[in-house]
């Protein structure tokens, strides 16, 4: 247990569908991000959120829309997805974005099948 | 471009020693952490290194040498547990995690 949750743990869903994956930090940390992992791929990030106020997004498809609500909770809504966006999307949060303070803590992901 | 290079597999003995090697080029830097990740699972802190120099955790070592843009984590005594991927990533001036594809490291008995 690493004081990241998120659910849901599996997701199939068809390519006019819209989805959401949530997550939560019970870790009292000010950073969260959503990353996309593929096999054999480094770790892509999608998005930083730093008290709450997006600071990065990597030029990420609008297919992909975040929120993050407050310090504690982040979302991914997803609508109109292509196969190709099939992969495991992982939470991760940190303390804070600067030096040993960005160290991540990952949730166990939402493994993604898009059909 | 901003880009980190580590082996894609290694293979090691049940009790010997491994190094894994890292190579990064980012803009700017403000360390260098490495991850573990088991098959299936989400990816776990091992270390972080800011400044040059070897950083020993129990059987794990990180070491970093930033004039070469360098680094490789040292792990000893190896364990069947061990087996799994190692993930190097860089902490660029944007504070921004640039991350490789990681080392999938198998022990053999």
């Known amino acids: 247990e690493t004081g990241v949750t998120q659910t849901p743990r599996h997701l199939v869903m068809g390519m006019t569908n819209k989805k959401s994956l949530k997550c939560e930090q019970h870790l009292g940390h000010n950073a969260m991000y959503w990353y996309k992992q593929s096999a054999k791929k480094p770790l892509e990030l999608m998005f930083v959120y730093s008290l709450e106020e997006r600071v990065e997004n990597n030029s990420v498809p609008s297919r992909f829309s975040p929120e993050c609500p407050n310090s504690s909770h982040l979302f991914l809504h997803l609508h109109t997805l292509q196969p190709e966006d099939s992969a495991l999307y992982l939470c991760a949060s940190s303390l804070g974005l600067a030096g040993d303070y960005n160290e991540q803590f990952f949730g166990p992901g939402t493994r993604l099948t898009v059909l | 471009g901003q880009n980190i290079d580590q082996p894609t597999e290694m293979t090691a003995t049940e009790g010997a020693i491994v190094q894994i090697n890292c190579t990064y080029q980012t803009s700017g830097f403000n360390g260098l952490f490495w991850y573990q990740q088991h098959a299936g699972e989400a990816p776990t802190f091992l270390s972080y290194?800011?400044l040059d120099g070897l950083e020993e955790k129990g059987r794990f070592s990180s070491f970093l040498s930033r004039s070469k843009g360098y680094s490789y984590l040292l792990l000893k005594e190896l364990q069947m547990k061990d087996s799994a991927s190692y993930l190097c990533a860089a902490l660029d001036s944007n504070y921004q995690l640039i991350w490789g594809a990681g080392t999938k490291l198998i022990i053999k008995p």
């Open positions: 290194n800011v």
